[in-house]
């Protein structure tokens, strides 16, 4: 029998997962979750979520480049990201 490691989220050792709960996310900016939230909903993190199985999710992808372009503003990130992605191949 084959015996798949996965992390404590039930995710497969050394696969990154491509969505992010807010938990994750949060962890990944250095901030607990409650803030992230509440930074979500004011606006202060600019990112598009989305909801599967009522659970809301970010993008790990869209998080790095938030992070990489200076945190910007809600307006200002959803004109860069648009950018990003029809420039993409």
């Known amino acids: 029998m084959n015996v798949i490691e996965t992390t404590c989220n039930g995710v497969p050792a050394g696969v990154v997962p ?5 938990e994750d996310a949060a962890r ?6 409650t803030s992230f939230l509440l930074a979500d909903k004011t606006g202060e993190i600019s ?3 989305v909801r599967i199985g009522g659970q809301r999710l970010w993008s790990l992808p869209e998080l790095r480049a ?7 503003a809600r307006q ?6 648009r950018e990003q992605r029809d420039t993409a191949p």
């Open 18 to 22: 491509l969505l992010l709960g807010a």
């Open 28 to 33: 990944a900016l250095g901030i607990g979750r």
């Open 47 to 49: 990112l598009q979520s």
């Open 66 to 72: 938030w992070v990489l372009a200076g945190c910007p």
């Open 76 to 81: 200002r990130w959803a004109d860069l990201w």
